[in-house]
């Protein structure tokens, strides 16, 4: 079992940055991977950014260049720097942990937090 922990989110100003965090316990072992999705009210939960224990990062399209994603793997901490936030970004934020050392894949989800970009 993997455990995750995600403090941080809130209310920004659109233009403004903001920093997501979430720390995995438990069960970590390689190969994983370590990311972020999001979830507009009334919209399906999309892909953010993640991060592969190998270092490899991959970002959904609209978010590249403005969103960052890292990863401290001695921490098995994961990072979200979001800049240059718009009102679409709106959305409830869910850190994922994708432990690929077994087959079939087993996915974990935080509590998920509200990130609320005010125009």
């Known amino acids: 079992q993997v455990q995750l922990v995600e403090p941080g989110g809130g209310l920004v100003q659109a233009g403004g940055s903001l920093r997501l965090s979430c720390a995995a316990s438990g069960r970590i072992l390689s190969p994983n991977a370590m990311g972020w999705f999001r979830q507009a009210p009334g919209k399906q939960r999309d892909l953010v950014a993640v991060m592969q224990s190998s270092g490899t990062a991959i970002y959904a399209g609209s978010m590249k260049g403005r969103f960052t994603i890292g990863r401290d793997s001695a921490k098995n901490t994961v990072y979200l720097q979001m800049n240059g936030l718009e009102s679409e970004d709106t959305a409830v934020y869910y850190c994922?942990?994708?432990?690929?050392?077994?087959?079939?894949?087993?996915?974990?989800w935080g509590q998920g937090t509200q990130v609320t970009v005010s125009s």
């Open positions: 994922k942990f994708e432990d690929a050392s077994r087959w079939p894949r087993r996915d974990y």
